[in-house]
């Protein structure tokens, strides 16, 4: 196993340290949809989360919708 490192702080999208990254995509696409970030593996707690949304429709329904947004919660 990897020793956790430092993520380096990007303004505004900080990613506390981690250990464990997860993918979710919009049903039938490949638009993502959440990407979640936990420490202590797959059943970690949850350090962060990003959110993708796009545009024109939400939820989108094609594959390689137009991002609109990012945001970190």
Do not use: K, W
Not at 2 to 14: C, E, H, K, S, Y
Not at 27 to 46: P, W
């Amino acid at each position: 196993m990897t020793p956790n490192v430092q993520v380096r702080n990007i303004a505004g999208l900080n990613i506390p340290q981690h250990d464990h990254v997860a993918c979710a995509y919009y049903a039938g696409t490949n638009n993502l949809q959440t990407v979640t970030y936990r420490e202590g593996g797959a059943t970690g707690t949850i350090v962060a989360t990003v959110n993708f949304t796009y545009t024109p429709t939400q939820p989108p329904t094609a594959n390689d919708a137009l991002l609109l947004n990012v945001t970190r919660s």
